[in-house]
């Protein structure tokens, strides 16, 4: 109990930067996925070109050598940096799930019942219209839970900022641990700890958005 009680104050210190990292990645991480599942989910294919080549870029490509990439190797080829460890660790991570979650995106706006659209085009609704006050209404409810996991896996993920430097909860636990080995079970049953503790209060929005998702979607 003393060794957690030492611990404990330790690992505080890092809960602004994971809680920072969490928000900031989730912002730009849905910001990113709708964009890029709009994008997607034009018939034409000039438009989806590009978005389609982000995807599979960082779907096909490991999250910790995006970071590092941006980290290290983009500031070097570029001779442009990014400011901060905490943009490159935000921008790794936000456009990392916002490549999955695009997809999230993609498919729930080309699974709205066609006869939604038939009938908004029989009220000559223009095709943002349609979009607008049709589709994405339907759309947004069916992303809801699937956000809501991958807002548990960002949460996760920002424990691989502390591999660029970043003072976050599993940075402090690591340097706790370099300084007692003795003591490194403990330290990290307590970071885990941290992260369930944290992962607890999104688990519970993920359970509301599952039954406000079941609620008025028209379906094939």
């Known amino acids: 109990m003393n060794a957690i009680i030492e611990i404990f104050p330790v690992l505080m210190k890092g809960l602004k930067v994971t809680?920072?990292?969490?928000?900031?990645s989730a912002i730009l991480g849905y910001l990113f996925a709708f964009i890029t599942g709009l994008l997607r989910s034009s018939k034409y294919f000039i438009i989806r070109f590009i978005p389609n080549i982000y995807v599979e870029v960082f779907r096909g490509t490991s999250l910790i050598v995006q970071l590092f990439w941006f980290y290290y190797a983009f500031p070097m080829l570029?001779?442009?940096?990014?400011?901060?460890?905490?943009?490159?660790?935000?921008?790794?991570?936000?456009?990392?799930?916002g490549a999955y979650m695009s997809e999230v995106v993609r498919s729930a706006i080309i699974s709205v019942d066609k006869g939604q659209?038939?009938?908004?085009?029989?009220?000559?609704?223009?095709?943002f219209q349609r979009m607008r006050f049709v589709i994405l209404p339907?759309?947004?409810?069916?992303?809801?839970?699937?956000?809501?996991?991958?807002?548990?896996?960002?949460?996760?993920?920002?424990?691989?900022?502390?591999l660029i430097g970043m003072t976050d909860i599993l940075y402090h636990g690591d340097i706790l641990r370099s300084t007692?080995?003795?003591?490194?079970?403990t330290i990290y049953i307590v970071v885990l700890l941290f992260f369930f503790i944290l992962a607890l209060p999104l688990i519970f929005l993920t359970r509301k958005m599952e039954k406000f998702a079941k609620k008025g979607v028209a379906s094939p």
């Open 180 to 185: 007692n080995l003795s003591m490194a079970p």
């Open 19 to 24: 809680v920072t990292v969490l928000i900031f």
């Open 117 to 127: 659209t038939e009938a908004a085009t029989a009220l000559n609704m223009t095709s």
């Open 78 to 97: 570029f001779n442009f940096q990014l400011g901060s460890d905490l943009v490159a660790g935000v921008l790794a991570i936000s456009l990392n799930y």
């Open 138 to 162: 339907q759309a947004v409810r069916m992303m809801l839970p699937e956000f809501g996991n991958y807002l548990i896996q960002m949460l996760k993920a920002t424990s691989l900022v502390s």
